[in-house]
């Protein structure tokens, strides 16, 4: 079965300090996505990670990749209070003889930073 | 400037009706996508589309239906048979930075 879990699913922190979410799955994959959704919006796109030990950063957001631990990370440092949001991580699955590519969501994680 | 147009922003149902759902990307993306997404939730797959005129069920098919007659194009129609469609819906496509969505379609039944 294909699973995504992350962890915490509600995380509240105040301005300035660094925090940590979790991205497990249940399958072999090389391929993750990380994704910030502001309320009633719709999804925009953070990282793409593609090889084992792929390391991204933008701004204040680090997000890792180790595949053989089927785990990815998305740090924050020192947060400030326009990263509130809720933060997906989508895995790539192939699925089937056909090769076709599956994209399972996690359930996300609402950061709430409080100034 | 290239994206993924969805239409309308609001829908309201009433009880019994069919309703359908534009997505439009002028990417020249093959792959494209449907999800629903409920409050509070993640992001559940409706249908796919590899390619013109195929499509794939996805976790959540019951009760819609799709076409994809042109690349740019993958309309969704929400049936009288899904008994449950107030959500967020969200259209994407695939390339190379991973998925793009659309601005979604807030559908309500009244």
């Known amino acids: 079965e294909l699973k995504v879990e992350q962890n915490p699913l509600f995380l509240s922190m105040q301005e300035g300090k660094n925090y940590t979410i979790y991205c497990n799955y249940s399958?072999?994959?090389?391929?993750l996505y990380w994704y910030r959704q502001d309320p009633g919006k719709s999804l925009e796109s953070l990282f793409v990670?593609?090889?084992?030990?792929a390391v991204k950063q933008e701004g204040r957001l680090m997000a890792s990749l180790d595949t053989k631990a089927r785990l990815s990370t998305l740090h924050i440092t020192a947060a400030v209070h326009d990263l509130s949001a809720t933060y997906f991580c989508?895995?790539?699955?192939?699925?089937?003889?056909?090769?076709?590519?599956?994209?399972?969501f996690g359930i996300g994680t609402k950061l709430q930073v409080i100034p | 400037d290239g994206g993924i147009t969805q239409s309308p922003k609001y829908l309201f149902r009433k009880e019994g009706q069919n309703v359908t759902l534009s997505c439009e990307q002028n990417?020249?993306?093959?792959?494209m996508y449907w999800y629903r997404q409920d409050p509070g939730q993640g992001l559940r797959l409706i249908y796919y589309?590899?390619?013109?005129?195929?499509?794939q069920k996805g976790d959540i098919a019951e009760g819609y239906s799709v076409s994809r007659e042109k690349k740019e194009s993958f309309p969704l129609t929400v049936t009288s048979a899904q008994k449950n469609p107030t959500a967020f819906y969200l259209c994407?496509?695939?390339?190379?930075?991973?998925?793009?969505f659309g601005s979604g379609t807030r559908l309500t039944v009244v």
């Open positions: 994407a496509s695939t390339g190379r930075r991973g998925y793009t």
């Open positions: 399958t072999t994959s090389d391929r």
């Open positions: 990670l593609l090889s084992n030990g």
């Open positions: 989508a895995v790539v699955f192939v699925v089937g003889s056909g090769g076709y590519q599956k994209v399972t």
């Open positions: 990417l020249n993306h093959d792959a």
């Open positions: 589309s590899q390619i013109v005129n195929d499509f």
